[in-house]
């Protein structure tokens, strides 16, 4: 199984800060991965697919980036609405797999 | 708009069955897979199965072969979920979700539903 380590788990940053979230595959995964948003008590949004393809209705202000094994979402300017748990996900192979989490906070 | 809503969660005993259903619209169903993802409490996600377009090609995640089937009946746009054996561990909120094109993966989500395995 291909394994996803998000890294910070937990992120502290104000209003207006950028904000960087990575994760790191075990093994070659191309481009195939995702970026979701999970606000509390809600289900899981797409913000970008294929590594840097922003999902329609994604603000401008996430974009992503990498490619083989390491992938960062960026915040350029952090909001208040922002404020969520952020999941990678790989899906070049079977099993899919997720990173871990992070939990974003102002 | 593209809506998926699960339906047959609840609380079941440890060893018993229970089958979750999703039925989804705002898209042709028998276009796209479509899987299963499960968040226990305060987890991360995990993916559990998918099912392609047509039915013919299935995956399952290994802690759950055998006892867990995914189905799918295009004509009435629903997605099915056969979980048999339950366990504690198989407590968690079920998301049925649509996996777009090969680039996108998964792409929508339902609101899920919470399955509860205690006695």
């Known amino acids: 199984d291909i394994q996803m380590t998000q890294s910070p788990s937990f992120l502290s940053a104000s209003v207006g800060d950028r904000v960087t979230i990575n994760c790191k595959a075990s093994q070659n995964i191309n481009r195939y991965l995702n970026w979701y948003q999970q606000k509390l008590g809600e289900a899981p949004e797409l913000l970008i697919y294929n590594a840097n393809s922003l999902q329609t209705g994604t603000p401008s202000r996430f974009s992503g980036s990498g490619s083989g094994t390491d992938f960062t979402l960026t915040i350029s300017s952090l909001q208040p609405e922002d404020v969520a748990t952020y999941f990678c996900?790989?899906?070049?192979?079977?099993?899919?797999?997720f990173g871990a989490g992070t939990k974003l906070e102002l | 708009e593209v809506q998926l809503v699960e339906s047959g969660g609840g609380l079941v005993q440890p060893g018993r069955s229970m089958k979750l259903s999703c039925a989804a619209s705002?898209?042709?169903?028998?276009?796209?897979?479509v899987a299963w993802v499960r968040q226990a409490p305060t987890k991360g996600l995990e993916w559990v199965a998918t099912i392609s377009y047509d039915g013919r090609s299935i995956y399952y995640r290994d802690s759950v072969k055998g006892r867990f089937t995914i189905s799918r009946d295009n004509a009435k746009s629903t997605l099915f979920l056969q979980m048999n054996s339950l366990r504690s561990e198989d407590t968690a909120t079920y998301y049925c979700t649509r996996e777009g094109t090969q680039l996108r993966g998964i792409d929508y989500w339902g609101q899920g539903v919470m399955v509860t395995v205690s006695s």
């Open positions: 705002g898209f042709t169903f028998s276009n796209y897979g």
């Open positions: 996900l790989q899906h070049n192979s079977w099993p899919r797999t």
